[in-house]
């Protein structure tokens, strides 16, 4: 139980594209989804928590009209990379929070390169 | 503000070798703290977790991790690696319904 899928793996666009990434919750609703950027060799940053049916709260310094996040559903948010540069390749991993206090399920990352 | 620090960027230890991963965190009250571990291009899967009561943590794949309050330490220890155990591992403390992820250190395993 308690998986997180996230959909493509990897992709590459080009530069000034936009790109969507999507994480769902496969057997469990979600009320809060998490979205993070990995940089090679680096840990995880937390960029934006989402809740289900309000506006995503973005940590400091994450641009919010490039990184746009919708969780239009108790088992869905999407991330929408805007007008994209190559500097937004990274890796992004969304989790997504259980009833269970603290407990986060991880999805297995999308890789986004841009060109 | 909660931190965690991995003093061990990179750890090499040899097949069937014991294990100890460090971890430190800096934070006022009891904290919620974590290990999760990273394979290549994955994403991340939670060992054990430590929210309050018996300070020794049973997890999967034969991990453990011992809270001590007086070194501020979650360390994590396996008594015996395996090849598959390579990967990059990620203490974490948690508030708030949030994450704060300590730098990660890199595990090889020798053959």
């Known amino acids: 139980g308690a998986v997180v899928s996230q959909h493509p793996s990897w992709v590459i666009c080009k530069s000034g594209t936009s790109v969507k990434i999507e994480c769902r919750s496969l057997d469990f609703q979600a009320t809060t989804m998490f979205w993070y950027r990995q940089f090679p060799k680096q840990s995880l940053m937390l960029m934006a928590t989402s809740n289900e049916g309000s506006k995503a709260t973005y940590e400091q310094g994450v641009e919010k009209d490039k990184f746009l996040i919708n969780h239009a559903s108790l088992t869905l948010s999407t991330l929408t990379v805007t007008s994209a540069h190559p500097e937004d390749s990274s890796f992004y991993i969304c989790?997504?929070?259980?009833?269970?206090?603290?407990?986060?399920?991880f999805g297995p990352g999308t890789r986004l390169t841009v060109t | 503000a909660q931190s965690v620090t991995q003093p061990d960027i990179h750890i090499t230890v040899s097949e069937g070798a014991s294990l100890e991963l460090r971890c430190n965190y800096s934070?006022?009250?009891?904290?919620?703290l974590f290990w999760y571990v990273q394979s290549p291009g994955q994403g991340l899967q939670l060992l054990l977790k430590y929210f309050s009561g018996d300070t020794l943590v049973q997890g999967i794949k034969g991990f453990e991790a011992e809270f001590k309050r007086s070194q501020s330490s979650f360390n994590l220890r396996k008594p015996s690696v395996h090849w598959s155990d390579a990967a990059e591992y990620f203490c974490a403390t948690g508030s708030a319904r949030q994450l704060t992820f300590g730098s990660g250190t890199q595990l090889t395993v020798l053959p």
């Open positions: 934070y006022g009250a009891t904290p919620y």
């Open positions: 989790s997504a929070d259980t009833d269970r206090l603290y407990e986060q399920y």
